[in-house]
């Protein structure tokens, strides 16, 4: 019979065996441990009335019932009660005394064996149990559809495959566990990964926003940390507005636009993206809104991009939507913005009716929402300083930023011969707009008045 621990810290207390540390292949048995918990007897038929009252003091551990059978007794109950609040009838609080005394319920504790197995512990407390001392456990994974998607670090790497088994015993709809191996590949967006336990079927679902998709992860870029951004997007359109997605996956914000009743013209080079792009317009029955496209980005805005915009600029006088244009490819979106410089010819439409792009960028420096003003304003050959917005999207990585920058494409850049001076362009002036609020001024040290 395993040893019966009384006295420990809260830690250790709920901790698994110390037995278990440096185990990688999981063995469940192998986290049995006996502790002893205080309990308080009651008779059965008052047990869902005290519980109302005993809240604070009750035991709270997964898979284990706060009130079991007496032994001793068929006609009473034991309340488990947190062995960290309670000792002795003297840590119930005054209040609690007193529903005690109206039940006539006698405030004496008791001690009783608990019996804790792999299924009482949280996969954090296993991980800090296995992996070795003072080493960072995984706590939390990216969850695409049954897939936990993990980036693990070296020190975990030899014990990956307990790690995997683990997320997916703890977390209820996973059924397979991956890691990635590798970078993103920056022409297709997808990864190399291994499946650390569990299905090897990389083929899913997920639900975004009251939206479905439907994809193989193996093969497509999927991040599900970018919902929220996808939201802010799609919010910013109105019926009738016209969207091109540049890099466009699987559809999180061509599907979205294209159901708000915009004019969508969706890219992207991935193979195998475009086809779930083009199953997922079914799926959520938007394809009749949606052209799908599958160019290299530099193409697409030199191809279906520049014909539209000939067509809808003409139309500037009756023309009451706007154009967007989002470009989300972190790692190198910002050097696809050349491509918009001298694009059309004719006569430049008015400022207002301008396209309004919406470039990701990473950055790791220690002004990036500057950093990204830069290097977009050196792509255009113009200062973006005075007429763009800066989003912070996410921290991807200790000292790594995803970063959405916002501007209208200045009719200095687009149209072509046009005697203004790029550095010093003389559309109508815009009202210099701040950089989102999610910066703090010492972080993107813009400009003094932004």
């Known amino acids: 019979m395993p040893d019966i621990e009384t006295s420990k810290t809260d830690s250790e207390l709920f901790s698994?065996?110390?037995?278990?540390?440096?185990?990688?292949?999981?063995?469940?048995?192998?986290f049995k441990k006996t502790v002893?918990?205080?309990?308080?007897?009651?008779?059965?038929?008052?047990?869902?009335?005290?519980?109302?009252s005993l809240k604070r003091v009750a035991l709270q551990r997964p898979g284990i019932k706060r009130v079991i059978e007496d032994p001793a007794d068929d006609g009473c109950r034991l309340i488990m009660l947190d062995p960290y609040k309670m000792s002795t009838s003297a840590s119930f609080e005054k209040a609690e005394l007193s529903i005690l005394n109206e039940l006539n319920v006698n405030p004496e504790i008791s001690k009783h064996n608990l019996e804790l197995t792999?299924?009482?512990?949280k996969s954090e407390e296993i991980l800090r149990a296995v992996l070795p001392e003072g080493q960072d456990v995984i706590s939390g994974f990216s969850r695409v559809g049954h897939i936990a998607h993990l980036n693990l670090r070296d020190h975990q790497l030899p014990f990956k495959h307990l790690?995997?088994?683990?997320?997916?015993?703890?977390?209820?709809?996973?059924?397979?566990?991956?890691?990635?191996?590798n970078n993103i590949d920056n022409t297709y967006r997808n990864f190399q990964m291994e499946v650390l336990s569990g299905d090897e079927n990389m083929m899913t679902k997920v639900r975004e926003n009251n939206y479905t998709y439907e994809f193989d992860f193996s093969k497509v870029y999927w991040n599900p940390r970018l919902s929220t951004e996808h939201s802010r997007i799609t919010d910013l359109l109105k019926p009738g507005d016209v969207l091109f997605d540049v890099f466009a996956g699987v559809g999180p914000f061509a599907i979205p636009a294209a159901k708000k009743n915009c004019i969508v013209f969706a890219n992207d080079l991935n193979p195998e993206s475009h086809k779930w792009l083009l199953h997922n317009c079914r799926l959520n029955k938007v394809s009749q809104k949606v052209k799908v496209f599958n160019l290299d980005g530099k193409?697409?805005?030199?191809?279906?991009?520049?014909?539209?915009?000939?067509?809808?600029?003409?139309?500037?006088?009756?023309?009451k939507h706007s154009i967007h244009i989002v470009m989300n490819l972190p790692a190198k979106a910002i050097e696809f913005l050349s491509a918009f410089r001298s694009l059309l010819a004719g006569q430049p439409c008015r400022h207002e009716l301008l396209p309004t792009v919406h470039?990701?960028?990473?950055?790791?420096?220690?002004?990036?929402?500057e950093?990204?003003?830069?290097?977009?304003?050196?792509?255009?050959?113009?200062?973006?300083?005075?007429?763009?917005?800066?989003?912070l999207v996410r921290n991807v990585a200790p000292n790594k930023e995803m970063l959405c920058i916002t501007f209208q494409i200045p009719a200095a850049v687009l149209y072509k011969d046009q005697t203004i001076n790029l550095e010093r362009h003389e559309d109508p002036p815009a009202k210099r707009q701040r950089t989102d609020n999610a910066f703090s001024e010492e972080k993107t040290q813009i400009a003094s008045n932004a």
């Open 163 to 181: 790690i995997g088994q683990v997320m997916i015993d703890k977390n209820p709809g996973i059924t397979s566990a991956v890691n990635k191996i």
């Open 36 to 52: 002893t918990i205080p309990v308080l007897t009651v008779r059965k038929e008052i047990v869902n009335r005290l519980m109302r």
């Open 299 to 319: 193409y697409f805005l030199e191809g279906p991009v520049k014909e539209e915009l000939m067509q809808q600029l003409e139309l500037s006088e009756e023309r």
């Open 371 to 391: 950093d990204v003003q830069q290097r977009a304003g050196a792509a255009l050959g113009i200062s973006l300083e005075s007429c763009s917005s800066v989003h």
């Open 118 to 121: 792999y299924e009482n512990f």
């Open 16 to 30: 698994p065996p110390s037995d278990v540390r440096g185990m990688t292949e999981l063995d469940r048995t192998a």
């Open 359 to 369: 470039c990701y960028s990473f950055s790791k420096e220690v002004n990036p929402a």
